[in-house]
C-alpha cells in the first residue's frame, strides 16, 4: 500500500479556503485517493475519493494531477466546525482488506 | 441506516482483567474492521473480517487479542489480561466490497479503554 505524506499542522481563519496536500509517489495504478475527517472523539469520517483530475461533492474538492502523485483536499470558506484531523489514504478500497492511516492533519481553524 | 455502533463507548478496567467490546456495522454490509487509535495518532489496523471469515490479523493483534464475527453479522474483540499500553481507543467500521470506491468505510465512534 502506497505511504503518504501531508503536513502535520494547519491553520486557518474562519471564511477562508484550505488546501491540504498530500504526496503519495509510489500510488499504484489501481489505487484511488480518499480523504477521512475525524473529530475528537469519534471515528474518521469520509469526505472524499478520487482517482484522477478533480472530484467535487457538497463538503470538498478533490484535485489530483496527471501523474498522480499528490493530490490536494480543498475546503471552501473554513468555519470553526471544520476544526478536525484530516487524513489522506491510498488503496485500493474495493479490494485490498484494509486503509493505512498516516497520523493526518491537524486543521485549526480560528476566528 | 443507523450506521456503526460500538458498546461500550468507555470502558475502565485493571490491568489483568478481560474486556469484550461489540460492534454492530451497517446490516447490508459485508466487511468488517477493528482498528486502534492512541492519542495524536492515526488509526491502526487490527484485523477484518468478510463475512464471518477473519481474513487478516495484524502483527499488533497479540495472542490476548482476539476478534469475532460469528453468522458474518455482530462482532466482539476480546483483550484478554489487559496491560496498561492497551488503553486507547477501539474503532469498528465496515464495508460493503465493491462499493467502497464510491462512499468509502463508515467508522462507529469507538470504544474508549482505559487499563488501570
Known amino acids: 500500500l502506497a505511504k503518504t505524506t501531508q503536513p502535520i499542522s494547519m491553520d486557518s481563519y474562519e471564511g477562508q479556503e484550505v488546501n491540504i496536500t498530500c504526496s503519495h509517489n509510489?500510488?499504484?495504478?489501481?489505487?484511488?485517493i480518499t480523504w477521512y475527517q475525524q473529530f475528537p472523539s469519534q471515528g474518521p469520517r469520509f469526505i472524499i475519493q478520487?482517482?484522477?483530475t478533480k472530484v467535487t461533492n457538497e463538503v470538498a474538492s478533490l484535485f489530483i494531477p496527471a501523474d498522480r502523485k499528490s493530490s490536494t483536499l480543498s475546503l471552501p470558506r473554513v468555519s470553526l466546525s471544520d476544526t478536525a484531523v484530516y487524513y489522506c489514504?491510498?488503496?485500493?478500497?474495493?479490494?485490498?482488506?484494509?486503509?493505512?492511516f498516516g497520523q493526518g492533519t491537524t486543521l485549526q481553524v480560528k476566528p | 441506516d443507523t450506521g456503526v455502533s460500538q458498546d461500550p463507548r468507555h470502558k475502565i478496567t485493571k490491568r489483568g482483567q478481560n474486556v469484550t467490546f461489540r460492534c454492530d456495522p451497517i446490516?447490508?454490509?459485508?466487511?468488517l474492521y477493528w482498528y486502534r487509535q492512541t492519542l495524536g495518532q492515526g488509526p491502526e489496523f487490527l484485523t477484518y473480517?468478510?463475512?464471518?471469515?477473519?481474513?487478516?490479523k495484524s502483527r499488533l493483534l497479540s495472542d490476548r487479542f482476539s476478534a469475532e464475527r460469528p453468522k458474518g453479522s455482530f462482532s466482539t474483540l476480546e483483550i484478554q489480561r489487559t496491560e496498561q499500553g492497551d488503553s486507547a481507543m477501539y474503532l469498528c467500521?465496515?464495508?460493503?466490497?465493491?462499493?467502497?470506491?464510491?462512499?468509502?468505510?463508515?467508522f462507529g465512534s469507538g470504544t474508549r479503554l482505559t487499563v488501570v
Open positions: 489514504l491510498v488503496g485500493e478500497p474495493g479490494n485490498t482488506g484494509k486503509l493505512i
Open positions: 509510489n500510488i499504484a495504478t489501481n489505487d484511488y
Open positions: 467500521a465496515s464495508s460493503l466490497v465493491g462499493q467502497g470506491v464510491r462512499r468509502g468505510y463508515t
Open positions: 446490516s447490508e454490509h459485508n466487511r
Open positions: 478520487g482517482y484522477k
Open positions: 473480517f468478510q463475512n464471518e471469515a477473519q481474513l487478516e
